[in-house]
């Protein structure tokens, strides 16, 4: 089981979002702990005090060491070691890969900063920085929730059936192909014809085309350096017979340079690695 503490002067915004979900799905399954630590129940001065004024001058305040520190203590005291981590926008962004790791762990304690940051020896007592993004929100507690959403729907049995994961966006390294529900035409527009014939192993075929295709066409940069597998070359040589490739291969040259390297270097011409499980991926 995942047990997550997290660290914050707000412990109350997080009572509607774990109330709702996934979060509140795997807590309510036993599968994931989630609880608040409140920062001022560690301060030490009569108005409960967590910020103070920059050394050297400067416009807002910065987050005291201190309480912070006696809290990571006092969590690490009562609840064994937990991965303790500062949600920042100067940490490793979050990805995918990233709340895998994190769905793996036993324990986590996810500090959140306020004010115009945190004080620089706070660092030293943790062992992780997260960024959910290049921009600056002002305050980690959204960082959070978005982290704990992306974990806790890792965490096996949350989603009811783990294959739901096997062919989102990312899971492969790929962007997820296009999905659609009833009616068969929408104002004219037909929902296309092969995923209503019911033949398992064309739909899954063409489920791969259209997320190699859509990965090319939005996200080129996560296929960059991509060890295709047989299929993926055959996909993408269909692709390219459609013309859908041409434009990208003008503008992103390193996919025909990428195949080559691929079946050059392969031990039997073809390497596969973890997105090229097969079958799997899409069912
Ligand atoms: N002055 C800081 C800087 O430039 O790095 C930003 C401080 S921000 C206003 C306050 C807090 O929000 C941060 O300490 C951090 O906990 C959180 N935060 C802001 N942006 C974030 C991001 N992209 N990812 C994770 N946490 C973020």
Same mark, same amino acid.
């Given at each position: 089981m995942l047990d997550v503490t997290i660290l914050t002067i707000f412990p109350r915004l997080f009572d509607s979002f774990l109330s709702f979900g996934n979060p509140a799905r795997a807590i309510q399954a036993g599968l994931v702990k989630i609880e608040t630590a409140d920062?001022?129940?560690?301060?030490?001065?009569?108005?409960?005090?967590?910020?103070?004024?920059p050394y050297g001058g400067g416009t807002g305040?910065?987050?005291?060491?201190?309480?912070?520190?006696?809290?990571?203590?006092?969590?690490?005291?009562?609840k064994g070691a937990p991965?303790?981590?500062?949600?920042?926008?100067?940490?490793?962004?979050?990805?995918? %890969?990233?709340?895998? +790791?994190?769905? @793996?762990?036993? !324990?986590?304690l996810l500090v959140c900063g306020r004010y115009e940051g945190i004080?620089?020896?706070?660092?030293?007592?943790?062992?992780?920085?997260?960024?959910?993004?290049?921009?600056v929100l002002s305050g980690g507690e959204?960082?959070?929730?978005?982290?704990?959403?992306?974990v806790a729907r890792l965490v096996p049995g949350v989603l009811g059936a783990d294959s739901h994961l096997y062919g989102e966006s990312f899971y492969n390294g790929?962007?997820?192909?296009?999905?659609?529900?009833r009616p068969a035409d929408f104002e004219g527009m037909a929902v296309p014809p092969v995923l209503l %014939?019911?033949?398992? +192993?064309?739909? @899954?075929?063409? !489920?791969?085309?259209?997320?190699?295709?859509r990965t090319l066409d939005r996200r080129p940069d996560l296929v960059k350096g991509r060890v295709w597998d047989r299929e993926e070359l055959e996909l993408l040589e269909e692709l390219r017979r459609e013309t859908r490739l041409t434009e990208l291969e003008t503008e992103y040259g390193h996919i025909e340079d990428d195949r080559e390297r691929t079946v050059q270097d392969g031990p039997s011409?073809?390497?596969t690695g973890r997105h090229g499980e097969g079958p799997c991926e899409d069912s």
């Amino acid at each position: 089981m995942l047990d997550v503490t997290i660290l914050t002067i707000f412990p109350r915004l997080f009572d509607s979002f774990l109330s709702f979900g996934n979060p509140a799905r795997a807590i309510q399954a036993g599968l994931v702990k989630i609880e608040t630590a409140d920062l001022r129940d560690f301060t030490d001065d009569r108005h409960r005090t967590t910020d103070d004024y920059p050394y050297g001058g400067g416009t807002g305040m910065i987050m005291k060491p201190e309480p912070v520190v006696r809290a990571i203590r006092h969590i690490r005291g009562t609840k064994g070691a937990p991965k303790v981590i500062l949600m920042t926008p100067q940490g490793r962004v979050l990805t995918q %890969e990233i709340a895998e +790791e994190l769905a @793996r762990m036993e !324990r986590i304690l996810l500090v959140c900063g306020r004010y115009e940051g945190i004080d620089e020896r706070i660092r030293a007592f943790a062992d992780d920085e997260i960024s959910i993004g290049d921009y600056v929100l002002s305050g980690g507690e959204t960082a959070c929730m978005v982290l704990i959403d992306a974990v806790a729907r890792l965490v096996p049995g949350v989603l009811g059936a783990d294959s739901h994961l096997y062919g989102e966006s990312f899971y492969n390294g790929l962007l997820e192909h296009p999905q659609y529900t009833r009616p068969a035409d929408f104002e004219g527009m037909a929902v296309p014809p092969v995923l209503l %014939e019911g033949h398992h +192993e064309k739909i @899954r075929r063409w !489920r791969r085309k259209e997320s190699l295709a859509r990965t090319l066409d939005r996200r080129p940069d996560l296929v960059k350096g991509r060890v295709w597998d047989r299929e993926e070359l055959e996909l993408l040589e269909e692709l390219r017979r459609e013309t859908r490739l041409t434009e990208l291969e003008t503008e992103y040259g390193h996919i025909e340079d990428d195949r080559e390297r691929t079946v050059q270097d392969g031990p039997s011409g073809i390497q596969t690695g973890r997105h090229g499980e097969g079958p799997c991926e899409d069912s």
